[in-house]
């Protein structure tokens, strides 16, 4: 750490900084890195000279994208707006990426970016940006392997997941000569359901997996009697409001009411 030396201070840090700033802009890309390989772990690195590595070529930029605390998120998400891939990559891989850099990163980043995103512990992406990543990757398992991988999940996340494995599962199924696309169909159809049930049993709010199910177009009569048969009474109840477009309240009401059809 540089500028954090005892032997450093007053008008000899002064100094140094113009010194740090003349060979952060050599003309040779060796001295460059040099200079953003020596400083990248610096917390003192003037914001400037770290901005000014950052934008270079992605030799010298990487070590400080993926190390430097002289930048802040907001410097680093507009990075992610305007440079390459590598770079992203290296942002992705940051001790600590918040929402908004982690957000940032899926809207730009390619598979290896965001599958790298997910791997990383210390990033922090939100719910609207989890379920971006599966509609924009789909079954890329670059993606999906690290996002199933992550500690916590939302149900929603979870949800298009399993949809998105079913679509590319039933297209593979499809192709084999020897299996009817009817029976394939099925298959997948009571596969996907089961694991639908599954979480919802596992899950403490059912209309808000009953509206996601609806919104992706996984919401049928079909899944809400498995749920009822597998005693999800909640589950079928949520479900069958939903699709009738009555309130919760009437359709407990039809479901116990003991007189005369």
Partial sequence: EVFRSRAVRGRAATILEEIIRIFAHDAAVRVRKAVSEQLQHDPDLPHDVALSLAHDVDDVAIPILRFSRALSDDDLADIVATEGQKKLLAIANRETVGERLSDALIDHGDAVTVGALFANKGSSPSEAGMLKAVEKFGDD???????????SLPRSVMTRMIAVVSDHVLKELSGRKDLPKDLAADIVKQAEERVFVQLSR????????????????????????????????????????????????????????????
């Fill in 202 to 261: 596992e899950g403490d709010d059912p209309a808000k997996l009953v509206a996601d199910l609806e919104e992706i177009g996984r919401l049928t009569p079909n899944l809400a009697m498995r749920a009822l048969l597998g005693g999800d009474i909640e589950f079928f109840e949520h479900a069958v409001a939903r699709m009738s477009k009555s309130s919760l309240n009437a359709v407990r009401a039809l479901a116990y009411d003991s007189g005369a059809l």
């Fill in 141 to 151: 398992d670059r993606v999906q392997s690290p996002l199933s991988q992550r500690a």
